[in-house]
């Protein structure tokens, strides 16, 4: 099961953020990305249903979610949200060696707020 979610989130993110304007669909990434949240919900799939909802023009919704998939991850390392700015956040997963991650959504809030979509 779990790599039948793991390749709903890859489809999403195909959809969302291939190079190719041809293969970029946005409405079709967020059905993907909904469909592995429903199944499982985690920093990953939450950042994959942000590119979605950027490649779509909802910069809003993308940040929102982003900010969500920044707590998750927080919540998945420490179990309890611990960090209380994006700078904490990266201070403590900086232990934990997960930094590629919380730089990666780092990066792609600072994208949405520019309105900006992601291309991979």
Do not use: C
């Not at 099961?1 to 190719?20: K, R």
């Amino acid at each position: 099961m779990q790599n039948v979610v793991e390749a709903m989130n890859a489809m999403a993110w195909l959809y969302s953020t291939s190079p190719d304007d041809n293969l970029r669909d946005g409405r079709q990434a967020i059905r993907w990305a909904e469909s592995a949240l429903t199944r499982r919900t985690n920093s990953k799939h939450l950042g994959t249903l942000a590119a979605a909802h950027a490649e779509t023009g909802e910069y809003q919704k993308a940040v929102a979610t982003v900010e969500r998939a920044i707590n998750f991850l927080d919540r998945e390392l420490y179990k309890t949200r611990v960090a209380h700015t994006e700078r904490d956040l990266f201070l403590l997963v900086r232990r934990t060696g997960r930094t590629d991650e919380a730089t990666l959504l780092l990066e792609r809030l600072e994208f949405y707020r520019s309105d900006q979509p992601v291309r991979d």
